[in-house]
Each structure stands twice: as structure tokens, then as C-alpha cells.
């Protein structure tokens, strides 16, 4: 099975630190404390998901 992190970057101090996908919506920043953090995952769970055309569609018959 594959662990999704998430990734934050805390907007205080910089630090930037990872927590398992599916644990607490509160999230603060472990070094400071504060709760100004953004996310910075790379790809994973993006807007942008599957590339390239003939994902899923194209029903020509
Ligand atoms: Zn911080």
C-alpha cells in the first residue's frame, strides 16, 4: 500500500515538514506553532491530474 504525504511549508518560519495523508485538518506548524502554511506537494493530488489525451473518454464508435 502506498502512503500519501502531504507536504507543508510553514509561512512563518519556513520550516517545511510532511504529515500522512488522512490525519488532522488542523495543522500547524510543528517548529513554530503558527498556523500560516501552505501546501508544497509535488505532484501528488495536483489539479493536474493524468497527462496526455485518451485518459478516460473518447467513446468513438
Ligand atoms: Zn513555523
Known amino acids: 500500500m502506498q502512503e500519501i504525504m502531504r507536504e ?14 488522512g490525519g ?9 506553532g503558527k498556523d500560516k502554511i501552505e501546501r508544497t506537494n509535488r505532484g501528488i493530488g495536483g489539479p493536474h491530474r493524468g497527462r496526455g489525451k485518451g485518459f478516460r473518454g473518447g467513446r468513438n464508435d
Request: proline share 9%; charged share 25%.
Open 24 to 32: 488532522g485538518r488542523q495543522i500547524a506548524c510543528p517548529k513554530c
Open 8 to 21: 507543508f511549508r510553514c509561512l512563518r518560519c519556513g520550516h517545511e515538514w510532511k504529515v500522512p495523508f
